[in-house]
């Protein structure tokens, strides 16, 4: 079950960062399965390696910079970063630039082994240009954990304090000697009541190292608890919907959630005197009592609905320099609970389509991902995309900002369709509230004709009701029969 566990998992992962347009047949993903003894090839060492790992949110995020080194006799151009088994299906978001210029192309990173009995995975990073013998280049590596962050104590009090526990290596993960290294550690507050090793202390920041001349894939076990009273928001799937209308010239947006809260479960039963004494107060919580969702300036007709109804508890301003979307669930959402609900609103079209000069093709714009912006973050594990175009829509190509594992071209059928709406889906996993600022770019070739279609079938449809009443009207369903004369008389 293990090895089939990790196998499923592998389908699953993020396995590039190299968001490069495509045609909607092939999807962001790579991967190459290479033998279980497979090791990367030293042919790079780190010159100076810097890592920082952010607990300022409810996932984790991990930034290393590092000057790399050829140390071989032939330009080389991977770079590999390993990580372990248990922890790859958790990782997304995985980045890779040049770190004095960033403005750059992200380069290609890519999974290149997965084997059942393998303890470490690797990625596979291919520099924009082969680095040649001595030479250097410093790369800036960014990305995310989610669900590693483990409450301790795993149950508390309706008002307590709540800590997690994370466990790390002081030591990077390199598959490359590291000559000098630092793992600076940053919290959400000063308030660290364990750690192992002892590191260097500074508010609420701590440092590991600095360390000389580790040997590759060394490990140095290192532990911290921290205290972090805010919800771990967590949603375990979101299915987004995103609705074109050239008639109409709208665009309609649902977004449908399954929130869970990672955090610590309560003790005892909830109290709801408890909690409606501390709303006088505000003290913190490690539950979630409301989501702020921001939205582009000009939607409008929101609308938040649960698995019972419609929520009256939520708040929308519109200002013509934002639209804001105030969300409160019908219950405080504790450690272990579970909401789903749905939520959409309308947009002008204009504000995220245009048409190209003497053409038929059009292009989208618009975000791969909006929903809820929270101080203390929020992750995904599993995001469905949906981008419905008009029905005739054809020559459907994207750019993603985000690694893909699926896409698929389909027919989405509504009112009055004939052959029915074309539908680019798209199913990325293990993404972050930060990629709510990046946008998926969808360019496709609707002709003039096409967007007659709907009207023309709704005038048959008519002509057919009124033709067909005609010709029952003329049928003839009187009851007659012929008249036999005959006399009788006496």
Not at 9 to 36: K, R
Not at 94 to 122: G, M, W
Not at 224 to 242: G, Q, S
Not at 383 to 391: G, H, K
Request: hydrophobic share 40%; with cysteine; glycine share 6%.
């Amino acid at each position: 079950m293990k090895s089939f566990s990790r196998i499923s998992a592998f389908f699953g992962l993020i396995v590039t960062a190299c968001a490069a347009e495509t045609n909607a047949t092939a999807p962001l993903s790579s991967h190459i399965i290479l033998p279980a003894h497979f090791k990367p090839p030293q042919v790079f060492e780190n010159v100076n390696l810097l890592r920082t790992i952010n607990l300022e949110k409810g996932y984790i995020k991990e930034t290393i910079n590092v000057v790399i080194e050829n140390v071989d006799a032939k330009p080389q151009d991977e770079y590999y970063i390993p990580f372990k088994a248990e922890l790859i299906s958790k990782v997304g978001g995985l980045e890779v630039r040049d770190k004095k210029a960033p403005e750059r192309l992200k380069f290609r990173t890519e999974l290149v082994e997965y084997d059942p009995y393998s303890s470490t995975q690797f990625f596979r990073v291919t520099l924009l240009e082969p680095l040649k013998k001595s030479s250097q280049q410093t790369l800036s590596i960014t990305y995310h954990v989610l669900s590693s962050l483990v409450p301790l104590p795993a149950s508390i009090q309706q008002q307590d304090q709540q800590y997690l526990v994370f466990t790390f290596s002081a030591f990077s993960p390199s598959a490359y000697l590291t000559r000098k290294q630092k793992t600076k550690v940053k919290f959400p507050t000063a308030d660290i009541r364990d750690f192992t090793p002892e590191p260097e202390r500074q508010g609420s920041t701590f440092t590991y190292g600095p360390y000389e001349n580790t040997p590759a894939g060394a490990e140095l076990d290192a532990s911290v608890r921290y205290e972090f009273t805010k919800p771990l928001i967590h949603a375990t799937l979101l299915e987004r919907d995103i609705e074109i209308s050239h008639w109409g010239g709208n665009l309609a947006t649902e977004e449908r959630y399954w929130l869970t809260n990672q955090g610590a479960k309560l003790a005892k039963h909830f109290s709801r005197v408890t909690w409606a004494t501390t709303q006088y107060y505000n003290p913190p919580t490690s539950a979630l009592k409301a989501l702020n969702v921001p939205l582009k300036i000009g939607s409008l007709n929101p609308y938040f609905i649960d698995d019972i109804g419609n929520v009256s508890t939520s708040r929308f301003r519109s200002t013509p320099r934002e639209a804001n979307l105030e969300l409160k669930p019908r219950y405080p959402v504790f450690g272990g609970w579970n909401y789903s609900f749905r939520i959409g609103w309308d947009a002008s079209l204009k504000n995220f389509l245009r048409q190209l000069k003497q053409s038929d093709t059009y292009v989208l714009k618009v975000p791969f991902l909006e929903g809820p912006k929270m101080s203390e973050g929020m992750s995904y594990a599993r995001v469905e995309l949906r981008v419905i175009l008009p029905e005739g829509a054809t020559g459907v190509k994207y750019h993603s900002p985000v690694a893909l594992i699926a896409e698929e071209i389909s027919l989405h059928h509504t009112f009055l369709d004939t052959l029915g709406r074309t539908c680019l889906e798209l199913t990325a996993i293990n993404l972050v509230d930060e990629v709510r600022d990046k946008d998926l770019v969808v360019t496709y070739t609707y002709p003039f004709l096409a967007a007659f279609r709907k009207p023309i079938t709704i005038f048959l449809a008519v002509i057919s009701v009124f033709a067909t009443a005609w010709a029952i009207g003329k049928v003839d369903v009187s009851i007659s029969g012929s008249s036999s004369s005959g006399g009788g008389g006496g």
